[in-house]
Nanobody
């Protein structure tokens, strides 16, 4: 079993900052990709920021220059620094990993943490 524990969400004013954290635990042999997805009300879940175990990053166009993903491989943890937040960033943010254990490599998402950007 794998667990993803997310933290750092909350309410922030436009222009403010938040930092999301996620720690993976359980039976994990290797994490190939970690990152964050989000889902706003009435919209599909979308990729926000992803990082491979080699450090390659991939950002959604809407967050480039404002969000920064980082990763601590020793702790199986991933972080998302969100600056210059906008109301349209309001969503539930889900931690994501693509990992391997005894079986085939697979995707896994956390339970989500709410981020609300509002005055």
């Amino acid at each position: 079993q794998v667990q993803l524990v997310e933290s750092g969400g909350g309410l922030v004013q436009p222009g403010g900052s938040l930092r999301l954290s996620c720690a993976a635990s359980g039976i994990i042999f290797s994490i190939y990709r970690m990152g964050w997805y989000r889902q706003a009300p009435g919209k599909q879940r979308e990729s926000v920021a992803l990082m491979s175990n080699s450090g390659t990053t991939d950002y959604a166009d809407s967050v480039k220059g404002r969000f920064t993903i980082s990763r601590d491989n020793a702790k199986n943890s991933v972080y998302l620094q969100m600056n210059s937040l906008k109301p349209e960033d309001t969503a539930v943010y889900y931690c994501y990993i693509y990992y391997s254990d005894y079986g085939p490599s697979r995707d896994y998402w956390g339970q989500g943490t709410q981020v609300t950007v509002s005055a």
